[in-house]
């Protein structure tokens, strides 16, 4: 069965330093990776999505970017962050197009 | 601009009540997933609709496509205080592959 890992849970960071989040799916090969955003108890903003190594799409121009070095890793990173940073973000992976996705856990990231 | 309207945004009923959940749309979409997401956890997919007119029942939640597939409701029969969450509807447009839009949410709380 497939699963999909996200790292850290929570995190605490001051404005302008650099962020990493990390994404990893196991159990299928070549999926769509996705990051969103979600402002409290508000739908989803999708910021990135990859239909493979190397092929990044952004959404929204901003102060983040992804990288996706393997095929089943999604990297979510900034230089600096900004306090408009701060909020849940998720990662998401399907097989075909955008079809029933299934989402990570989250990571819930304060920027101070 | 958001491209699906979710309605109501909040609803709070007494345990044993019925409740209709609306997600509308300008746009027309080749599929539509409704997700329910708890506090600090990824949305969870529930179903998903194809077809337009398309119903499909979940034990006690009925998910019905509009049939010009731009809008679809979720009605939940006799809630119970576990169907307490975030509801989010999501569609995948005709013209944009890989990616869904997510309606804002209905927060749905169920007391006992």
């Known amino acids: 069965s497939q699963t999909i890992h996200q790292w850290p849970a929570t995190l605490v960071q001051p404005v302008g330093s650099p962020l990493s989040l990390e994404c990893t799916v196991e159990?299928?090969?070549?999926?769509?990776l996705y990051w969103y955003r979600q402002a409290a108890g508000r739908g989803l903003q999708l910021l990135f999505y990859?239909?493979?190594?190397?092929?990044i799409s952004s959404e929204v121009p901003q102060n983040l970017s992804a990288s996706r070095p393997q095929d089943r890793q999604f990297i979510l990173s900034s230089k600096k962050l900004l306090l408009s940073d701060s909020g849940f973000y998720l990662c998401?992976?399907?097989?075909?197009?955008?079809?029933?996705?299934?989402f990570g856990p989250g990571t819930r990231l304060t920027v101070t | 601009t958001q491209l699906l309207e979710q309605s109501p945004q909040f609803l709070s009923i007494q345990e044993g009540e019925n409740l209709t959940v609306y997600c509308n749309s300008s746009?027309?979409?080749?599929?539509l997933q409704w997700y329910r997401q708890e506090p600090g956890e990824g949305p969870v997919l529930l179903v998903t609709?194809?077809?337009?007119?398309e119903v499909k029942k979940l034990k006690r939640l009925t998910f019905q496509f509009g049939d010009a597939r731009k809008d679809s409701s979720l009605h939940i029969t006799a809630a119970q205080p576990g169907d307490t969450g975030l509801y989010l509807c999501?569609?995948?447009?005709?013209?944009?592959?890989?990616?869904?839009?997510f309606g804002s949410g209905t927060r749905l709380l169920v007391r006992p």
């Open positions: 998401a992976w399907s097989l075909k197009g955008a079809d029933e996705q299934y």
């Open positions: 159990g299928t090969s070549n999926p769509n």
């Open positions: 990859s239909v493979g190594i190397g092929q």
């Open positions: 746009s027309v979409f080749s599929s």
């Open positions: 609709v194809v077809t337009g007119g």
């Open positions: 999501a569609g995948e447009r005709e013209d944009s592959s890989y990616k869904l839009i």
